[in-house]
């Protein structure tokens, strides 16, 4: 585990400790916690970007499937009867 150095002015220092007492923790282990959401936030946003883009592009290749489908096999109920009594 690494050691950094963080420079804060005592206003935000002591209120950052009343934070972390409020929350039972330290103010190490709020900034670890911030430094977390904020990484894995972002890339959790950019996947969910990427997610819904290929959605859209599979949505769209489907819907552009299924009209096909609906004009080459749409056999009305008459038709189908006929069909059946063909073979």
Do not use: C
Not at 38 to 54: C, I, K, N, P, Y
């Amino acid at each position: 585990m690494k050691n950094i150095t963080v420079s804060i002015d005592a206003d935000l220092y002591r209120q950052a400790r009343m934070k972390a007492a409020e929350q039972g923790t330290s103010i190490s282990a709020l900034f670890r916690d911030f430094l977390i959401r904020l990484t894995v936030g972002e890339s959790a946003e950019a996947e969910f970007q990427r997610l819904a883009r290929e959605e859209q592009e599979l949505r769209a290749e489907l819907g552009a499937r299924r009209g096909g489908l609906k004009a080459e096999h749409n056999i009305s109920r008459d038709g189908l009867h006929e069909r059946h009594a063909l073979r």
